[in-house]
């Protein structure tokens, strides 16, 4: 997204620690932006990005009364030094070109011609770098672009005729933008945003009040940083704004409902192409019987698909669940479960929208206590998207010495101070028991090695049931024993098991390092779980899981569960003991 870009490039500016603040503020509204808004409302938000400032410097050249041909060598030159301040890589020259359309097109008073201009456009910047047609960025901004060009202006004069023009005129963009780029988004989602249309249309107004006022403070703020503050505190205020209704948007019920699979999946998109041909067709020249037909056929299988009956009632989560292996890509998450709607979390994966999913989907409302096994980021980068509406009671950390939580994760060092924030000694314990007996036992805590996997924290979590029979996993007598590694590494967990041993009767093994082969075997070989759990991407590029550990798993009888092939997981248990589900 250029703005970021642009202002996290613009951040360290030497010399003034007040500028230093402000632009932390804006770069934080902007990075909420960046992880909650829909797609489609990011990339056509990046275009506008350059549509604003151009048309920002060609107001100021007619407001000044400059001759009317330095209108476009002052829109040009200005695009020129926008991509330049945030920084001139490939995206943002795309974004550029494709910004500029719109601009260029007004002021040359000849709408029509915006169609062609942007065919040429897209030729121009393939012959440039041929594997542009391969990025969804470039395939996003052509889909979004042809859309408003070729149709945007019809759907606008047709609500204008039941709909005031303030309405009516973002209402066009945002249908236009969406209807277009839906096939190039299911790919890369597998689902549709039901709600993106409204989100542009409320977002769509606070956008100029970003972009413009944000490139004049990083102009002046090296010259006249006093002046630069406040103007960033308020585009501060507005990207808050714009963040904000892309959060509500993605936390309502079925707000990407999924695409179907196998020839179902490819017959919809074949309808879904082809209706909105016809629709287009229709705008531009007039709808024929046979039309309406089928807009209605492809509008009755959308609307079937996205607005199912039970989407309509909000999910209370999985029920009976007491431990759940979270699905947040390459990183790590745990929950153990302590109340009906409260748990305890280890590590938050690295994306705070999936970390924040994945507790929604469990109901989860109350972190009782929140573990970050160390510094790497795939294991506490996801953290907003934990605590944000869920103040833990407790924060517990491991980590290299030099790991300052509070500074390095700004969301923990923004509670408040009546949250403790511990780096917790071996053998502390602690108990939770609202709902469900829950003992959290700390197994190692280092913090002098020189690898930060190896400082990771270790911990026993012990959950008992009253309600189960004796003799059964989870009873009384029989606590249900989950082992936390972290990102341990192979040396120093044997050393680790040497000094102290390992917990005994493990039944649910969280494996060290996402199933990584420096994990070692022998903590494997040791606790013998019953059941191993590996968070991992999918395709990932560092090899996990290792084939040596997967093969030891299946050599000591363990079921294995990854969140690669599985996805979220959870666990629940009964008299015959644990049972897994997975949770779409």
Known sequence: MLLIRGLSGAVSVPGHPEVLSGYRCFAWALSLILHSLLPSLIETISGANCALVMGALMGLVRLVRAPRWTTVPVAVIGLVLFVLL????????????????????????????????????????????????????????????????????????????FLPAILAAPLALAFSAQLFVTPVLLPLSAAVNTYAVPANVLAAPFVPFITVPGTLAAVISTTLPWVAVPILWCCGL??????????????????????????????????????????????????????????????????????????????????????????????????????????VVVDTGEDPLLADECLRKLGVETVEALLLTHEHRDHYGGTPGVIEDRAPGLILHAGSAGWDVETEVESVGELPPSIPVHRPQVGESFEFTRGLSVRLTIWAAEAHHAEANDNSLVAL????????????????????????????????????????????????????????????????????PALALIGVGEDNTYGHPSAEIIAKLEDLGAAVYRTDLHGTVVFTLNAGGLDATAVP
């Open 86 to 161: 945030v920084h001139p890589e490939p995206s943002v020259i795309r974004a550029g070109v494709m910004g500029s359309i719109a601009a260029v097109s007004l002021f040359a008073g000849r709408g029509r011609a915006a169609f062609s201009l942007l065919c040429l456009c897209v030729l121009g910047l393939l012959v440039f770098d041929p594997f542009y047609a391969t990025e969804p960025a470039f395939q996003l901004s052509a889909a979004a672009t042809a859309g408003i060009v070729v149709i945007g202006t019809r759907i606008r004069e047709r609500l204008e005729t």
């Open 238 to 343: 507005a990207a808050a704004c714009l963040g904000m209704i892309g959060r509500v948007a993605a936390g309502l019920p079925q707000a990407a409902a999924p695409w179907p699979e196998g020839w179902v999946g490819w017959g919809l998109v074949v309808l879904y192409i082809f209706a909105a041909l016809v629709l287009a067709w229709g705008l531009v020249d007039r709808f024929r019987r046979w039309h309406v037909v089928l807009l209605a056929v492809a509008a009755a299988a959308m609307l079937a698909l996205v607005l199912p009956v039970t989407a309509l009632v909000p999910s209370r989560g999985v029920d009976q669940w007491r431990v759940a292996l979270c699905d947040v890509g390459q990183g790590d998450m745990l929950v153990v479960r302590t109340q009906e709607s409260a748990g």
């Open 461 to 528: 979590i012990e959950t008992v049931d009253p309600d189960l029979p004796e003799g059964t996993v989870g009873s009384v007598d029989e606590p249900l024993r989950v082992l936390t590694l972290g990102d341990l590494e192979e040396e120093v967990a044997a050393s680790w098991l040497r000094r102290t041993g390992a917990p005994e009767g493990v039944h649910l093994l969280k494996v060290a390092h996402h199933g990584a082969a420096n994990g070692g075997t022998e903590v494997l070989e040791v606790t013998r």
